[in-house]
């Protein structure tokens, strides 16, 4: 019987074929039958409700059909549903949207974007809008708010952007129509339109009549003073990109002037803010590098010898910290090994002299204290001999970072406050043109590596008893073109708007009886003794209110 028996074709699952299979045998039947009817044993099977024999139609539903199964064995039945079973369809995967819409689009502030050419018609409307007839704090309120419409700006950008232009007397504030503009107002608006709508840029009126304005049109100074004081104090200034990052939303906004030929009177000025920008990548990087520096290991030594700011700052000693890696000061032992190489190689004889005796006599101590503005006028690195001084094999300072000559002189910080000095010492100073001092100082070769000439310094400032002097702290670093604007006392300024009194609801038979008429007025008296109904206490600077 078993080789009479036909083969059964099953289509698979997972492919389009047929595959032909052996038919169950008798032993395999019997096995599935005794599965069946333990299963009902085990509870599968519940005497409360009619038996139905359920086949198995597919992956989602079941199909009870008592009639269909009626004389067929359990083998039977799977054969035949699976012969009857429906391959899976594979569902297709998503694909992950790849950031935000329009993320990568160009933002017009790479590194080598250029704007594109105007088109014939977009050079006749700029003709127009930014003819020299028009005033020029109308043509530059047109192309501030054209720029930055065509500008994708980010938080940062556009933070510094509006920064720079409040500097330079530009108003930012809310969009004009704060819910959005409509499709039908964007198709019957031109550029120019939309740009003004959507703008947060203006020119206040008061700088749109030039011989009534207070005001002076200067593209560089207004640039310097931005960069010089306010960007550092703003802003992040640490790393070299961050500053080119920032330097850059300036020089695209000069190029686009240029560019579309927005006035051409200022050109020169531009240019010139433009050469400036590249002068103060290359500073504020110094003075970040610098600021990290200064004022060197020699001059932190006299600090800590002679009572500076860095003396009692080391803690190194403590036992919690050997563990640790990080900066713990300078000991007392490495700071009279410095001072002394130092003092060796720059030192003359009348130095040696004056310092044997004082440190004989222990009258070695700080004699002045100046808080100060320097300006560094020359820097000379160590020479051969200084070099083969600190390099010799046999010198017990070798392993010392060699020493170079610091020059700088003063200057006259204009954001300093001014001096509290009596009538006659003001009149005595104004008759006398400014005193100008000199100092020198002795700082490490690879910090003034970091330095420049020109570059501007708020210092506190020591003489020691045998002439040398040294650079305690360093309070601030600035460009060489450092100036503090007018403008910066302009920021965040508003029009005093005129406030009417307040108006108060009082009964028709009363009226106010001020300060100056309490005297003339015959129901004061009584008011103040509380005879009159409108008795009562009186506090000094109170209305009275009397009957008439």
């Not at 051409?264 to 000025?269: G, L, N």
């Not at 320097?374 to 300072?397: F, H, R, T």
């Not at 003063?410 to 954001?415: A, F, H, I």
């Not at 460009?479 to 108060?504: D, I, Q, T």
């Amino acid at each position: 019987m078993e080789g009479s028996e036909a083969k059964v074709t099953v289509p698979s699952t997972t492919e389009n074929k047929h595959v032909e299979t052996e038919p169950p045998t008798n032993a395999t039947r019997a096995a599935l039958a005794e599965v069946n009817d333990n299963a009902a044993c085990n509870g599968h099977n519940d005497d409360t409700k009619p038996k139905k024999d359920v086949a198995w139609g597919g992956d989602d539903d079941l199909i009870d059909s008592d009639d269909e199964n009626q004389g067929l064995d359990p083998g039977d039945r799977i054969l035949r549903d699976l012969a009857n079973a429906k391959p899976e369809k594979k569902k297709k995967k998503r694909k992950k949207k790849s950031g935000k819409k329009g993320a990568s689009a160009p933002t017009g502030f790479e590194e080598y974007y250029v704007d594109v050419p105007v088109t014939p018609e977009q050079y006749k409307e700029e003709k127009a809008i930014y003819d020299p007839s028009i005033a020029f704090s109308e043509r530059i309120e047109t192309a501030i708010q054209r720029y930055v419409a065509r500008r994708k700006f980010d938080s940062e950008r556009k933070d510094l952007f509006d920064k720079y232009m409040s500097y330079g007397g530009v108003d930012s504030g809310p969009k004009m129509f704060g819910g959005g503009l409509d499709q039908q107002t964007l198709e019957d608006s031109s550029a120019a339109d939309i740009a003004t709508m959507t703008a947060t840029n203006f020119v206040d009126f008061d700088k749109h009549d030039p011989r009534s304005s207070q005001y002076v049109v200067d593209f560089d100074g207004v640039l310097k003073g931005f960069l010089s004081s306010r960007l550092p104090a703003t802003f992040n200034m640490e790393s070299e990109q961050q500053i080119k990052s920032h330097v850059a939303v300036i020089r695209n906004f000069l190029n686009y002037l240029l560019h579309h030929d927005v006035c051409p009177e200022y050109k020169d000025q531009i240019d010139a803010a433009r050469d400036t920008c590249n002068v103060a990548e290359k500073q504020l990087f110094s003075i970040s590098q610098a600021c990290r520096l200064l004022p060197g290991d020699f001059n932190k030594a006299c600090s800590v010898i002679f009572g500076g700011q860095y003396q009692g700052s080391y803690i190194g000693d403590y036992e919690w910290t050997k563990s640790l890696n990080f900066d713990k000061g300078m000991s007392e032992d490495q700071a009279r090994r410095i001072f002394l190489a130092g003092l060796a190689a720059h030192g003359d004889n009348e130095v040696y002299a004056k310092y044997n005796k004082h440190v004989t006599k222990k009258k070695a101590r700080i004699v002045e204290h100046i808080a100060t503005n320097l300006e560094i006028v020359e820097m000379e690195c160590a020479n051969p001999e200084i070099l083969s001084y600190y390099n010799s094999k046999d010198n017990p300072v070798k392993g010392l970072l060699p020493l170079g000559i610091l020059r700088v002189k003063t200057w006259k910080n204009l954001e300093d406050p001014p001096e509290d000095l009596t009538e006659e010492e003001e009149l005595e100073r104004a008759g006398k043109p400014q005193e100008i001092k000199t100092y020198t100082f002795w700082v490490e070769d690879h910090v003034m590596s970091k330095l420049f000439v020109g570059m501007k310094l708020t210092a506190h400032v020591y003489k020691l008893s045998f002439g040398v002097w040294f650079l305690d702290t360093v309070l601030g670093a600035y460009c060489s073109f450092y100036r503090v604007l007018p403008n910066e006392k302009m920021l965040g300024w508003k029009e005093h708007k005129y406030l009417p009194p307040r108006a108060v609801n009082r009964p028709p038979d009363l009226q106010i009886v001020t300060r100056q008429e309490e005297t003339e007025a015959e129901e004061v008296p009584k008011a103040l003794s509380g005879e009159g109904e409108a008795g009562g206490e009186y506090e000094q600077g109170e209305d009275i209110i009397v009957e008439e």
